[in-house]
């Protein structure tokens, strides 16, 4: 059932036109903005992100993190190794990146290093979310491992997990594992133009 779930949201996401790729990812830049500033109380200026640099029409957080570097706050990206993620900053994003593993752009290794632990806030991508924030990745558990090593479920975690998706990515009924991370909270943002 996941195995089909992931085969036909890919497919959709791949089919989308670029313009509404990027309508999506400035809609979801407003939100995010708003988020941070209005609920977390956080300045944009001062805060720490680490986001994913979006592959096969996923949904990018790109202008929300151009905006953060913009005031001066920090952002950083993941890299691959085995079965492990390591973050490292970036402060430009055409200069700081290149191709990784499985059609992936990441940090190049020459960044600096960083730790998911020093973030306000991790957003996270994923193939599918239910109503309760619970994510169907692509199968490799990294988020999952990296939401358990930062306190999972523990209220006093104080790094923010932030789900990011098109709104046909939400599917009620997917398959949860016991070892599926659940995001504090989920941005959905609608494919379609409101009329």
């Not at 089919?15 to 999506?24: G, N």
């Not at 290149?98 to 973030?119: F, H, I, Q, V």
């Amino acid at each position: 059932m996941k195995d089909r779930i992931r085969a036909v949201i890919r497919d959709r996401r791949s089919s989308l036109p670029e313009e509404v790729i990027r309508r999506c990812a400035d809609l979801l830049s407003e939100s995010l903005t708003d988020f941070a500033e209005e609920e977390l109380k956080l300045d944009l200026s001062g805060i720490t992100v680490a986001s994913y640099i979006p592959v096969r029409g996923e949904i990018s957080s790109i202008p929300f993190c151009l905006d953060v570097l913009s005031r001066g706050g920090k952002v950083m990206m993941p890299r691959v190794n085995g079965s492990d993620m390591q973050f490292y900053y970036v402060s430009n994003l055409d200069n700081d990146v290149e191709d990784g593993p499985y059609g992936l752009k990441e940090p190049k290794l020459t960044c600096k290093t960083g730790s998911a632990s020093d973030c306000d806030i991790v957003i996270v991508p994923a193939i599918a979310y239910n109503d309760e924030g619970i994510r169907l990745g692509q199968g490799g558990g990294y988020y999952d491992r990296l939401w358990k090593e930062l306190g999972g479920d523990d209220l006093s975690r104080k790094t923010v997990f932030v789900g990011i998706c098109y709104d046909f990515q939400m599917i009620s009924s997917i398959p949860v594992d016991e070892n599926d991370m659940v995001c504090d909270v989920v941005f959905a943002v609608p494919v379609e133009e409101e009329e």
